[in-house]
């Protein structure tokens, strides 16, 4: 990723600006970290990933929000040059076995991501049941 910058949004602010760029300057970036409270699929960070998700090379989730339908669809069909994955999460425990993001379809068949190098996965997990 030499010579590209590495957007780092924490606010629906700062998404809305890069929303908003020229067409020809929004080819200087194609690595985006979306941290704490940012949600993958309201319209304006969903809008984000249709106007950059072909230039998005690395993605970094930290702590942001996502259903794994939502998740699976950003992954599989709005980044096809995706490299670079990590993702630092919290799931619940029944969910807490590595099944928060299965990587088949509900037929069976498996998706992957062809151009992914590396991928890094943090998941803690927590109880949905007080003692």
């Known amino acids: 990723m030499r ?9 629906y ?33 969903s809008r ?13 989730l930290q702590k942001a929000k996502w259903k794994d339908s939502q998740l699976k669809t950003l992954l ?8 670079q994955l990590s993702i630092d999460c919290t799931v619940p425990k029944p969910n807490a076995k590595g099944q928060f993001l299965a990587i088949e379809d509900g037929s069976g068949a498996r998706r992957i991501l ?7 996965v943090n998941a803690t997990a927590w109880d949905t049941v007080g003692n």
């Open 48 to 60: 984000l990933f249709t106007e950059y998700g072909t230039r998005i090379k690395s993605l970094s």
């Open 76 to 83: 599989f069909e709005r980044l096809p040059n995706l490299e």
């Open 3 to 11: 010579g590209r910058i590495k957007i780092s949004i924490t606010n």
């Open 114 to 120: 062809p151009k992914l190098k590396y991928l890094s």
């Open 13 to 45: 602010m700062q998404v809305k600006s890069y929303v908003n760029l020229e067409e020809a300057r929004k080819d200087f970036c194609d690595s985006f970290v979306l941290n704490s409270g940012i949600n993958i699929e309201t319209p304006l960070t």
